[in-house]
């Protein structure tokens, strides 16, 4: 009787095929879970909704305090708000004016 050896090594084409599957394996889950995979690509969207609203709320601010700006300028002051900041900022008040505390 004849013994058949079994070979130990894959032949080559075993092995391509074994290396074309994990190399797909791989890009696979890059594709997935990777940097610009689906996964991040969902949280990118969130965070781009959140910027977006607070670039918008900025905008808001930026306006409000270029109209406060615009008030203030001292060519063309507006006298209420400049009564207004007088009163808060230097803690004064016209002799005729009644005040009242807020608690």
Known sequence: MKRRRT???LPRESLTQSFALVTL?????VAIAGPS???AWTENARLLEQH???VKQLEAE???LRNRVHLL?????DPDLV???LRSDLNVAHP???VIQRK
């Not at 394996?25 to 889950?29: D, H, K, Q, S």
């Not at 300028?73 to 002051?77: E, F, K, N, V, Y």
């Open 52 to 54: 977006q609203a607070e």
């Open 96 to 98: 005729d004016e009644i």
């Open 25 to 29: 394996l791989v890009l696979g889950a």
């Open 7 to 9: 070979s130990l090594k």
């Open 62 to 64: 930026r306006d409000r």
């Open 37 to 39: 995979g689906v996964l």
């Open 73 to 77: 300028d001292p060519r063309h002051a």
């Open 83 to 85: 009564g207004e900041l």
